[in-house]
């Protein structure tokens, strides 16, 4: 079956230029996670969805970042006014609802802000 | 607050041998401990994971790690190595309370086997 898609694969885009990032997750999943990845580090955690409820924002780094899910399925990141630390690959993960359910992760968008 | 440390961001090991990578956590709580490994331009694929039971876990493709309370660690092991293996690979723990759905990750270990 198909996994967790997201698009774009890659996006460059210049300083102070807003981008939004998708994720498809797999169907039936309820839960939806956002992630980043900066270059040799761990990945951050974002933003989790339960739904289209977003119960925990901790990880969004700035109100420039923000995001969105519709239909308990694909999901938006934004980030307004693109920085250069921003650069980074963005990942998003869906599971089943529970408390140690498997997350599948979505192959990322590498964003690099210029 | 949690944290993952991972000893090494690169290991090579040469085909057939041991591959051992280490993992040690901080948590305030008890753990669910998870590895995953991260192939180039794929996503991260789950290893194996310790949630309860039995400390000893087993996973895909060979790899086995242990929860060691005691050590706070959770390294990861597979008795040989193969070219296959070659790849990122990534500890992370939840706590096992109302963020449990929370992962924190280790920087990473990048394994390089070879021939």
């Known amino acids: 079956g198909a996994g967790v898609s997201q698009s774009p694969s890659n996006k460059v885009t210049e300083k102070g230029k807003d981008v939004e990032l998708r994720c498809d997750p797999i169907s039936g999943h309820t839960a939806l996670y956002w992630y980043r990845q900066r270059l040799g580090q761990g990945l951050e955690f974002l933003i989790y969805f339960q739904g289209n409820s977003a119960p925990d924002k901790s990880g969004l780094p700035s109100d420039r970042f923000s995001a969105e899910r519709t239909g308990e399925s694909v999901s938006t990141l934004t980030i307004q006014r693109t920085q250069q630390e921003d650069s980074a690959v963005y990942l998003c993960?869906?599971?089943?609802?529970?408390?140690?359910?498997?997350?599948?992760f979505g192959p990322g968008t590498r964003l690099t802000v210029l | 607050a949690q944290s993952v440390t991972q000893l090494g961001s690169h290991v090579s090991v040469s085909e057939g041998a041991l591959v051992l990578l280490r993992c040690n956590y901080s948590?305030?709580?008890?753990?669910?401990l998870f590895w995953y490994v991260q192939y180039p331009n794929q996503g991260l694929q789950l290893l194996l994971k310790y949630t309860t039971g039995a400390t000893l876990v087993k996973g895909i493709n060979g790899f086995e790690a242990e929860f060691k309370k005691s050590e706070t660690s959770f390294h990861l092991t597979k008795p040989s190595a193969h070219m296959s293996d070659a790849a990122e690979y990534f500890c992370a723990v939840s706590d096992s309370g109302g963020s449990n759905y929370k992962l924190t990750f280790g920087k990473g270990t990048l394994l390089t086997v070879n021939p």
């Open positions: 948590s305030s709580v008890p753990p669910y």
């Open positions: 993960a869906s599971s089943d609802y529970g408390p140690y359910n498997e997350q599948f």
